[in-house]
């Protein structure tokens, strides 16, 4: 079939390399005025959005914005290498972070194509916005879907960015601070891994259709492996403020992936299972929305 899991992969695949070869054809022809570094940064953002736009157009023509999934795992491997390349400051500890930004990238980006269907299959969030506003679903389509996810990754991202230029200044030395953030960051990726594996092994025995995942990393967090995603990007502020002249400010960058998944993801997962499954309500209050620990007291 020409809607094949592997024929899908493979254009999405295409997709993305089309993608990622404009921007590297466009980059020289980029002109920004200032400082080197922060020049580099804005084009690397810049060419974030106009990749972002290109998918759009192509969830367009196939008509299965799930063509942009990926990209919340694939972009920060890209903008990371690139500016790592870019910027010139190969360093240790710089290098180390942008393999821990390609692992976490890599094993979701997997885990994604393990979950894709193909073609023909679209995530039932984008599924739910086209037929509850379809006159309004273009706008939800590209700012919504497309261009939201895209501009809270690049914020999330600008900790790595400002570490990556840090760190080959002279004088630097990593502080106990920096192998902590490293540590978070693994047992973040840790966390999401576990996650993701306990609930694909829960799902795919038969008889647990229509039942609650509530073993594992599940028992007391309602999405674990969201807690990993925003333990993740919180590791990834830490790093960057392990640098003396770091800025605090940018604790505001991970707190924007808290925020989407606090107030998007969650409420649109749980009313989802909410619908589905009976069991769901009494599950809701016995866990936490996130902290794998620490379980809710229940009313006597």
């Known amino acids: 079939m020409i809607f094949s899991k592997l024929r899908s992969i493979i254009a999405v695949l295409i997709i993305y390399v089309a993608a990622f070869i404009g921007c590297f054809v466009l980059y020289p022809y980029l002109d920004i005025p200032g400082d080197p570094g922060q020049a580099i940064l804005i084009k690397v953002l810049l060419l974030d959005v106009l990749a972002t736009v290109f998918i759009f157009i192509m969830s367009c023509i196939f008509k299965n914005s799930s063509i942009y999934d990926p990209y919340w795992s694939v972009a920060p491997i890209v903008m990371s290498i690139s500016f790592l390349y870019l910027s010139d400051n190969f360093n240790t500890w710089s290098i180390i972070l942008v393999i821990l930004i390609c692992v976490w990238g890599l094993r979701l980006t997997i885990n994604w194509a393990s979950r894709f269907n193909n073609l023909r299959h679209q995530d039932w969030?984008?599924?739910?916005?086209?037929?509850?506003?379809?006159?309004?679903?273009?706008?939800?389509?590209?700012?919504?879907?497309?261009?939201?996810?895209?501009?809270?990754?690049?914020?999330?991202?600008?900790?790595?960015?400002?570490?990556?230029?840090?760190?080959?200044?002279?004088?630097?030395?990593?502080?106990?601070?920096?192998?902590?953030?490293?540590?978070?960051?693994?047992?973040?990726?840790?966390?999401?891994?576990?996650?993701?594996?306990?609930?694909?092994?829960?799902?795919?025995?038969?008889?647990?259709?229509?039942?609650?995942?509530?073993?594992?990393?599940?028992?007391?967090?309602?999405?674990?492996?969201?807690?990993?995603?925003?333990?993740?990007?919180?590791?990834?502020?830490?790093?960057?403020?392990?640098?003396?002249?770091?800025?605090?400010?940018?604790?505001?960058?991970?707190?924007?992936?808290?925020?989407?998944?606090?107030?998007?993801?969650?409420?649109?997962m749980d009313k989802r299972q909410l619908n589905s499954k009976p069991s769901f309500k009494e599950y809701m209050e016995s866990t936490n929305p996130l902290l794998p620990i620490f379980p809710p007291k229940k009313d006597k």
Request: aromatic share 16%.
């Open 125 to 268: 969030r984008y599924t739910h916005f086209k037929n509850k506003f379809p006159k309004l679903y273009p706008l939800l389509n590209f700012f919504g879907i497309h261009l939201m996810p895209t501009i809270v990754v690049a914020v999330a991202m600008i900790p790595a960015f400002n570490f990556i230029g840090d760190v080959t200044k002279a004088g630097y030395e990593p502080s106990f601070m920096t192998i902590i953030a490293y540590l978070v960051i693994v047992i973040a990726i840790l966390i999401e891994a576990i996650s993701d594996l306990q609930m694909t092994m829960f799902k795919r025995i038969p008889s647990n259709t229509g039942l609650v995942m509530t073993q594992g990393l599940w028992k007391n967090s309602r999405h674990p492996n969201y807690f990993g995603e925003i333990l993740f990007w919180f590791g990834v502020f830490l790093v960057h403020f392990s640098v003396r002249n770091a800025n605090p400010l940018l604790v505001f960058c991970p707190l924007v992936v808290f925020v989407l998944f606090q107030f998007v993801s969650i409420p649109m």
